[in-house]
């Protein structure tokens, strides 16, 4: 049978084993967080959570097993995503933005910078955040502009066998660690030279959460992801070790956008979960409220409408989202169209899905105190970061299709698309 849906015995059991984790430890998130009126401090007010997630092998998931790690397929982490993000998007995101900062080891860092960089991960992966430097505080969308005088402008510049790093980033997300005083790791976004283009000059760079001249400068209030944070860092003059860039100039161009294809299928999934759980607060509603009615609000044909609507959508977004992380495991994660294409088409229909599900719950949802606002808010956020759905359009689906080479059938058939 070529085309198959249905869950295997192991995959059945990891979804069970992260409903249960969802339900039993990040039911609590909300409590927790509530708690605190800086945005910071509900950030750390997170820790034992994610201390949870690492425990449940959620970190070690993120690294090859060679260097300690008990790797899931992006398959499997797209399942269990969705079981955590139903629940919360808050821990989950803080471990999506550890993947982030990772990824560039992972993918393409050498034998000897993954050894050096990933196995205190495995270690200590509850009390150690990765981060991906990437958005300047000027802009994110045209950190690849050919034009030299524009695009990113951190610059590391070579002095003997170091690089000494200056620029400001901002929504680095994890960028404090749990202290306030910064990541364990970052994975910088910068270029070599201010007078090379972006594929001459654009570069990942490793830098320890330590070295001297980081700085959190500022901390962005967000109005949902309330305990995840995305602050702004400053590099003052930071020097890390020649080898700790990771490739050469230039290889910034694949790394960055490869970089993000991984979190773009898992987003896809925590749409899916987030939309989930609207959709199952609105039905309940549905079944149980009358407003005053004769009957329960379910009886009347708009809402039966709009619920199916809402169901078709999260059924389409789900199998859509394991078909991309499918694809992508299939070829190396060489055909990421699919996974692009959820990360727009599954946060676009998430917002679109909550909103409608305060439609039709009506007034009420529009109480702090009822979750659909609150997952309204955690779902705008959804088409704007990883990329901003502008940009992932722009960027990487539009300049696929404009290659000569473009093979329209390749995800659909299954197959490496040609580079
Ligand atoms: C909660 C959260 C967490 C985040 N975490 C991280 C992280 O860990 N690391 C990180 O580096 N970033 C992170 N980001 C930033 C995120 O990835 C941004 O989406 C990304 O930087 C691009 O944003 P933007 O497209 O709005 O860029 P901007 O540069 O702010 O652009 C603004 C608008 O102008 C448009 N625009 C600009 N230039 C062009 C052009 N040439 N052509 C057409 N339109 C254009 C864009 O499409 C966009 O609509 C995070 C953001 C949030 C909200």
Known sequence: MAIDFTLSDAQRELQAGARAFAENVLRGVHD???????????FYSTKPFYKEMANAGFVKALIPAEFGGAPMSTLEFAIAAEELASVDVNVASTLLATALGLEPIVRFGSEEQKQRFLPDFVRNGGELLAALASTEVTGGANYDSEDPTAGTRTFAIREGDFWVINGAKHYTTNGTGWDGKGAHLFSVVCRTDPKLPPRESLAVIVVPGNAPGI???GFIDTIGHR???????????????????????????????????????IIGAACTGVMRTAFEYALNFAKTDKRSGPVPIIEYQNVGYMLADMKMRIEAARYMTWKACHYLDQTDRAGDELAIMVKVYCSELCVQVVYDAMRLVGVDSYSVDCPLSRLLQDALCFPLYDGGNMGVRRRQLHNMFKQPNYDSRAAAESRVPSE
């Open 227 to 265: 305990a995840t944070v995305s602050p702004r860092v400053e590099f003052e003059n930071v020097r890390v070790p020649f080898d700790n860039m990771i490739g050469v100039p230039g290889d910034g161009m694949k790394i960055v956008p490869k970089t993000f294809s991984w979190t773009a299928a």
């Open 32 to 42: 927790v967080i509530s708690k605190h009126p800086k945005h910071e401090d509900r």
């Open 215 to 217: 700085k959190i400068t």
